[in-house]
């Protein structure tokens, strides 16, 4: 889900005053604040049964169920804008099938070569997989609300970072990352 803000300009000029090694840190905690509701609501639309085959040679005892593996994590900064902060949320590497149940499979046979060397499709075919969407509608219910919250967050987020650099600036414990960022 990409999401354009407008009006935050006041707020984009505060971030701009932070040293830019520490923007980043800022605002993806903001991110991944507003993002829990959405985690809360898509963990509770999951299914939680465990499938007793193997998965990738896990059994799937061992993983947890689906609805617990849904996360919010950092992803990579397209590099065409290197200020880019963006978040993922969905299932963790483990459950990578999270996304076909979400979207589904369809039925198909089994292609073959018969006896004159046509090739021929199986009439016994794999069971279809329904489409079972958890993460869509978390979106759709928790999108408009998300943006807010982001503002929100962002602005407690860098006053609580104003305040720690100042505490730390008069006691002069800066770290060299804020150090250099401060002073560029």
């Not at 994590?73 to 483990?94: I, R, T």
């Not at 292609?111 to 993460?135: I, P, S």
């Not at 408009?144 to 407690?156: H, S």
């Amino acid at each position: 889900m990409r999401v354009a803000v407008i009006g935050f300009k006041e707020l984009d000029h505060a971030l701009a005053q932070l040293p830019a090694t520490l923007r980043r840190e800022v605002v993806l905690a903001a991110l991944k604040k507003a993002a829990d509701p959405m985690v809360r609501e898509a963990r509770a639309r999951a299914r939680r049964q465990a499938n007793p085959r193997q998965r990738g040679g896990v059994p799937a005892s061992e993983l947890k169920p689906l609805a617990d593996s849904i996360t919010v994590s950092a992803v990579k900064a397209n590099s065409d804008f290197p200020n880019e902060v963006a978040v993922k949320l969905g299932p963790d590497a483990d459950h990578f099938y999270g996304l076909f149940v979400e979207k589904g499979t369809r039925r198909r046979g089994r292609v073959y070569r018969d006896n004159r060397g046509r090739f021929r499709r199986n009439q016994r075919r794999h069971a279809a997989t329904r489409a079972f969407e958890y993460l869509a509608p978390a979106f759709a219910i928790h999108s408009q609300r998300a943006v807010v919250a982001i503002g929100d967050e962002l602005w407690a987020k860098l006053a609580k970072k104003a305040r720690d650099l100042a505490k730390k600036a008069e006691s002069q414990s800066l770290g060299k990352r804020a150090r250099e960022g401060l002073l560029s």
